[in-house]
C-alpha cells in the first residue's frame, strides 16, 4: 500500500518528467525562429490557397544582424512547383530578390513583399505547417516549418480569419471529435488522391 507521502512524491517525480519531456520535445517549430549567418528568419507563415486554387503566398519577419547587405533569392520544398519572390513593395508584379539591408528588420506581410509559392502539389491543411528551404545569396540556405494560415488571414495565427475558414468548412473550433479525426483525415486524403 502506497503512503500519502510516496504517493506525491511519485505524482510530483511523473509531472516534472512530463513536463520536461514536453519542453524537451519543443524543436525549432514551436520557436518560430531560424538562424542562418547574420539572418534571422522569425514567424514564417504562409496563407493556403483559396478552395481550388494551387498558389499560396508565403510571409516573415526577416532580421539582418550583420554589416553586409543579403538578399533573399529562392524558396524550395517539395510541396510546391515554383516560388517567385517579389521584394519591390512598390511593384509586386515584378519577380526581384527581396533586399536585407545591414542592422535591419524587414517584415513581409500581406499588402506588401513576399513570396508566391505556386503550382502546389499537395493540399496545404490549415492549421498544419509545411517545411521549406529559404536560401538567401551570401548566408545561404536554412530549413524552416512555416505555419499554414486561412486565405485570408492578415498575419501570422490571425484566430478571427481561421475562426471564419473553419466556420465555412463546417470544423468545430473546439477541435476534432473523439475518433472523428483519423477517419476525416483519411477520408480528406483519399479524395484529395482523387483529384
Given amino acids: ?93 515584378l519577380i526581384t530578390p527581396i533586399v536585407l539591408p545591414p542592422k535591419s528588420t524587414l517584415t513581409l506581410a500581406p499588402g506588401g513583399a513576399y513570396v508566391a509559392l505556386l503550382d502546389i502539389k499537395k493540399h496545404l491543411e490549415v ?19 512555416a505555419a499554414i494560415d486561412a486565405p485570408d488571414a492578415a498575419h501570422a495565427h490571425d484566430a478571427e480569419a481561421m475562426e471564419r475558414w473553419q466556420k465555412a468548412h463546417g470544423q468545430d473550433s473546439a477541435g476534432p471529435k473523439e475518433g472523428a479525426g483519423h477517419q476525416d483525415h483519411e477520408h480528406h486524403e483519399h479524395h484529395m488522391d482523387k483529384k
Fill in 1 to 93: 500500500m502506497l503512503k500519502r507521502r510516496d504517493f506525491l512524491l511519485t505524482g510530483g517525480t511523473l509531472l516534472t518528467g512530463t513536463a520536461l519531456g514536453l519542453f524537451a520535445s519543443r524543436g525549432p517549430a514551436s520557436a518560430h525562429e531560424y538562424d542562418v549567418g547574420h539572418l534571422k528568419v522569425e514567424h514564417p507563415w504562409l496563407r493556403a490557397p483559396v478552395d481550388g486554387d494551387n498558389k499560396a503566398q508565403f510571409y516573415a519577419i526577416l532580421h539582418n544582424s550583420g554589416a553586409t547587405p543579403d538578399k533573399l533569392i529562392a524558396v524550395k520544398s517539395e510541396k510546391f512547383g515554383k516560388a517567385e519572390v517579389h521584394g519591390d513593395a512598390k511593384k509586386l508584379d
Fill in 127 to 145: 492549421g498544419w505547417g509545411l517545411e521549406m528551404t529559404l536560401v538567401f545569396e551570401k548566408a545561404g540556405e536554412v530549413e524552416i516549418d
